[in-house]
């Protein structure tokens, strides 16, 4: 199934200094899942969709997940085909 890049919606906490700590992702549907813990912070590219960002590695209802900071964007690596897409 192929991977492509998604952004996402987010719900983030930012510190005084400079810190960034992402709490939730809000995804199409309205649903709203929470980041458990944040595991590790690197800079990293995402070798399944392209991109390259501050990767965030999270785990969420107890799976490990990665989530990218791109510029000023949020993005996952999502499964199947964007919306709208052809072929």
Wanted: net charge positive; glycine share 10%; aromatic share 14%.
């Amino acid at each position: 199934m192929p991977v492509y890049k998604k952004y996402v919606d987010m719900i983030v906490r930012y510190f005084p200094d400079g810190t960034i700590k992402p709490l939730a992702v809000w995804w199409d549907e309205g649903k709203i899942y929470e980041i458990d813990r944040i595991l590790d912070i690197r800079p990293a590219a995402s070798m399944k969709a392209g991109g390259a960002g501050i990767r965030y590695t999270c785990r969420i209802r107890g799976h490990e997940t990665y989530i990218w900071l791109e510029e000023n964007r949020w993005f996952v690596e999502a499964k199947g085909r964007p919306i709208g897409s052809v072929g």
